[in-house]
């Protein structure tokens, strides 16, 4: 089946420092990208939808400058978390769906923040 | 309104019996998906099994089946034979319409406990 990574899979950071999360996926293209994020024994709550090659599209509440997302080509997304705080400490999953597929999305393994 | 709702936080299933994880959905399009995912505690998201809106037969996947039933708008998982490798988190997720651009609203998940 289709792999999509995540690097790192846990960071710990200081408050004040910025994290970027990166999501590959390693044996096909994505023409989209979707980065969720979960707190403990919570569902994922999508953040923003990343297009290759156009701007991000977020989901409502979701800081835009709080949040970059990159979707450089067609197998990498990037999410940055600027100046991360304590509160931004979650697990964030991304996704991605292959330029063939309506349908199906791949997870990747997700990435534990820890802001300290 | 919430959109996907899983109404059983927990559930308890002796090994080897077969357990139903309940799902209910609300949407406006005749087109959407609908989807199962596991995440056990390592936190990656494996998916199980989908079904279209259009689809007339009930998914299967091995000991997975979804119990689809559009005027109820229900579509709860059934698990056969249980293992105890089955514990885990279960959401239930659906891709509505195309002009969606074919992102997942995730219900609260079910944390099911298999016990020997």
């Known amino acids: 089946g289709a792999v999509v990574s995540q690097h790192p899979s846990r960071v710990i950071c200081k408050s004040g420092t910025s994290v970027k999360i990166e999501c590959r996926s390693l044996?096909?293209?994505?023409?989209?990208m979707f980065w969720y994020r979960q707190f403990p024994k919570k569902s994922l709550m999508l953040m923003a939808t990343s297009n290759e090659g156009s701007k991000a599209t977020y989901e409502q509440g979701v800081e835009k400058d709080k949040f970059l997302i990159n979707h450089a080509s067609l197998t990498l997304s990037t999410l940055t978390v600027t100046s991360a705080h304590p509160e931004d400490s979650s697990f964030y999953i991304c996704s991605a769906r292959p330029r063939e597929s309506g349908t199906t999305q791949y997870f990747g393994p997700g990435t534990r923040l820890l802001v300290l | 309104a919430q959109k996907i709702t899983q109404t059983q936080p927990g559930m308890f299933v002796q090994e080897k019996e077969a357990v139903t994880l309940d799902c209910t959905y609300d949407t406006s399009d005749q087109s959407y998906g609908l989807f199962w995912y596991k995440q056990p505690s390592s936190g990656e998201m494996i998916f199980l099994i989908y079904?279209?809106?259009?689809?007339?037969q009930n998914a299967t996947e091995g000991r997975y089946s979804l119990n689809f039933q559009k005027a109820r708008k229900s579509a709860n998982l059934v698990i056969s034979a249980s293992q105890l490798g089955d514990s885990a988190m279960y959401f239930c997720a659906m891709r509505e319409g195309k002009n969606q651009g074919g992102k997942l609203i995730f219900g609260q998940g079910t944390e099911l406990s298999v016990k020997p």
């Open positions: 044996d096909f293209q994505a023409t989209t």
């Open positions: 079904q279209g809106s259009y689809d007339e």
